[in-house]
C-alpha cells in the first residue's frame, strides 16, 4: 500500500473501512452524511479528500482521523495530529474555522461556481461539519 500516494492510500482504507462496516456505498454515505456518488468518489481517489470528508467518516465510523495515516510513511501527519490534540479549544477553533473556508473553496471548485461568495469569510463564525472534537 506504501507505493501508493497519500490520497490514494487514504481512498484504499476508506473502501476498506466500508467494507468492514458490511454496507454498501448508499448506506455508508448515509452514515457519513454523504451521497452514494461522494463516497463512490472518496473511494475511487480521484478528487482530493476534504479534512472535514475524512472527520465526517471518523465520526460516523467511530474511529480516529489517524487511522487513515500509515504508522511508517505518513509519520508527519501523524505528528501533526498528535499537536493538534494538545491544543486549547480556542484553537481548534481556528483551525477549523480555515479549514471549513478552504473546504468551501474546493467544492465551490468543483461545482464550477468560482468564488464562495463570501464577501468576508472571516466574519461568519464557520463551525467544523463533524462532531467529534479528535
Known amino acids: ?15 476498506m473501512l466500508r467494507k468492514s462496516l458490511g454496507l454498501s456505498q448508499d448506506e455508508f454515505g448515509a452514515l457519513c452524511g454523504f451521497s452514494r456518488n461522494k463516497a463512490q468518489r472518496l473511494e475511487k481517489g480521484g478528487q482530493g479528500i476534504l479534512v472535514s470528508d475524512l472527520v465526517d467518516i471518523a465520526s460516523a465510523a467511530k474511529i480516529e482521523v489517524a487511522d487513515f495515516f500509515d504508522k511508517d510513511t505518513d509519520q ?59
Open 1 to 15: 500500500m506504501s507505493d501508493l500516494t497519500l490520497s490514494g492510500r487514504i481512498s484504499l482504507k476508506i473502501k
Open 76 to 134: 508527519e501527519i501523524l505528528s501533526l495530529i498528535a499537536k493538534y490534540k494538545k491544543l486549547p479549544q480556542e484553537e481548534k477553533d481556528r483551525i477549523w474555522s480555515i479549514i471549513n473556508l478552504y473546504d468551501l473553496k474546493q467544492e465551490s471548485k468543483e461545482k464550477g461556481a468560482g468564488s464562495s461568495g463570501l464577501s468576508d469569510p472571516f466574519s461568519s463564525p464557520f463551525k467544523h461539519r463533524g462532531s467529534t472534537d479528535s
